[in-house]
């Protein structure tokens, strides 16, 4: 096992030199990573497609099932992240420990589809901060009529703030998702306490032993299967904090345990508001079809018989959600940087500039503003076209986890060149978690794709399928006529013995030299 002096020993082991200023103590990864997750907040948001595929059965087994797969994939991340704790994460450990022959084509397609997935992720989550927001207007003005393109509007001003707050505060974003971290918690006792306490109940057979099949499917197992993709959406995004690890104070063991931690903290926290939310829903019709769009204002509503406090309430999960968007900006900027110094994008030393004066890959994250207005605007022509886009983010993700993983995996049994694994890990059990993650991930890639309803129309369909398609089609060409001959996998910027970057005792805490 290998343990690190520095941070910046555990960057050049990775063949990398440190450039960004490290400022994230382990309380700021936390805070980001649980924030990032956002699960019980996304629950909040989505819960109403599983609720009517699966019902509430499928819900909450769903969500077991979920809760285990997605700590499955953080375990398997953890130890990668603990060999080489670097921000491109997925691409670079799948070129780290692939077979040289298939090295650089699997490390290319897998930068462009993590980045994808995370561009989609983004526009996602404005465009449930914007809804959110014309649900409340509509909530308290009942004569408001929510247009496409308010919510277009909307989207591009919180992506445009972020990414201010993403350069010219980006001091303090370490201090601003530490408190986001505290808000995710703290709202979540807020809201489910009131929810306890001011709502009637339904039976154990209601929530536990309840299954709808409202998706028209003649097989209620498949139906049953669809209700898992919602938790599934709600856990995506466990990688998010590992793109900062160059960034972060002892790496090597603070975004491990990060993830992990992460992961149970929003498991345990969205099991208990899942199960909350529908011990809380007495009249079903009445709450999913009232006209804010948000199945949980009618939740909140039925709950406290208050308007006001239903505002407040959803107002809450808004707050985390536009705190989520800072740390999530943060991350991917960091992802599209690291994937321009390996030259895998076009105009890759644009995208790699690192401007001096706040020590950020500004580039990258102006590049991120506008891709994500530039997708809010499909959005006033067709919801259908622009969810067909967002339909792509949790097929990006898990299929970005699942090749890493499975790399990962086999060369557990390469005795010809073995792991050298880092301060963290599973030991024998790691193996076990990885098994576990890829079948998780193969699991949800075959549902994913799947439409919510039959029979199929062009407003129901699942364009996940589809758009992936394309998004691996356009990487894999893109790779063989342009990038072939730049992209060779991640670039070696030193190259160190071992023996001088590495020894067996470290103070856990200690600081890297900062090399500004």
């Known amino acids: 096992m290998t343990v690190y002096t520095s941070d910046a020993a555990a ?37 109403a497609g599983a609720y009517l595929n699966g019902g509430p059965a499928s819900v909450v087994y769903g969500f077991i099932v979920s809760v285990l797969g997605t700590l499955m994939i953080a375990s398997s991340f953890a130890e990668m992240a603990s ?25 290319y397609v ?28 509509v909530l308290n003005y009942p004569s408001y009529y929510p247009k496409r393109w308010h919510a277009t509007l909307i989207m591009i001003g919180f992506a445009f703030v972020t990414a201010l707050g993403s350069t010219y505060g980006k001091r303090l974003l370490p201090l601003w998702e530490t408190l986001g971290g505290a ?34 499917w003649p097989s209620d197992g498949v139906s049953f299967c669809l209700g898992f993709l919602t938790p599934a959406f709600a856990l995506a995004g466990v990688d998010a904090v590992v793109h900062m690890s160059e960034e972060a104070h002892n790496a090597a063991l603070n975004i491990p345990r990060a993830m992990i931690w992460s992961v149970i903290i929003n498991g345990v926290a969205g099991f208990a508001y899942i199960l909350t939310v ?13 006209d804010t769009g948000f199945p ?49 994008l076009p105009f890759s030393t644009w995208f790699s500039h690192i401007t001096p004066w706040n020590r950020c890959p500004t580039n990258a994250v102006i590049a991120i503003t506008v891709c994500v207005s530039l997708l809010s605007l499909i959005n006033i022509g067709s919801t259908t076209a622009f969810n067909a886009l967002i339909s792509l983010t949790t097929l990006g993700f898990y299929f970005s986890y699942a090749i890493p993983i499975l790399i990962f995996a086999i060369r557990r049994f390469n005795t010809t060149n073995p792991i050298v694994f880092g301060p963290w890990t599973l030991g024998k059990l790691g193996l076990f978690s990885n098994i576990l993650a890829i079948a998780f991930c193969i699991f949800l890639i075959i549902f994913l794709p799947f439409p919510s309803e039959l029979p199929v129309t062009g407003q129901n369909m699942n364009y996940a399928s589809p758009v992936f398609g394309a998004v691996m089609i356009f990487a894999v060409a893109n790779y063989f006529v342009r990038a072939r001959k730049r992209f060779t996998g991640p670039i070696k910027e030193v190259d160190r013995d071992s023996e001088h970057v590495a020894h067996e005792h470290v103070e856990p805490e200690k600081q890297p030299v900062d090399h500004s």
């Open 11 to 47: 960057l050049e082991a990775a063949g990398k030199k440190q450039v960004l200023k490290r400022e994230w103590n382990f309380w700021a990864v936390l805070g980001m990573s649980a924030c990032t997750l956002c699960t019980w907040e996304a629950t909040s948001a989505l819960f």
């Open 83 to 107: 060999i080489s704790p670097i921000a491109g994460a997925q691409y670079h450990w799948s070129a780290e420990h692939a077979p040289i022959r298939w090295r650089a084509i699997i490390s």
């Open 110 to 137: 897998q930068g462009w589809v993590t980045i994808t997935g995370w561009v989609a992720g983004l526009a996602s989550v404005c465009f449930l901060i914007a809804t959110m927001i014309q649900g409340l207007a």
């Open 183 to 216: 808000l995710h918690v703290l709202f979540f006792f807020m809201i489910m306490i009131a929810i306890l306490a001011t709502s009637d109940k339904v039976s154990n057979h209601d929530v536990w032993a309840t299954f709808i099949n409202g998706g028209g």
């Open 278 to 290: 529908l011990y809380s829903i007495t009249d079903p019709d009445t709450v999913l079809s009232n």
């Open 296 to 344: 949980i204002i009618g939740v909140f509503l039925e709950a406290t018989t208050n308007q006001r406090a239903a505002t407040a309430m959803l107002t809450a999960v808004i707050i985390v959600f536009i705190m989520n968007l800072f740390g999530c900006v943060a991350s991917v900027s960091r992802l599209v940087w690291a994937f321009s110094r390996d030259h895998g």
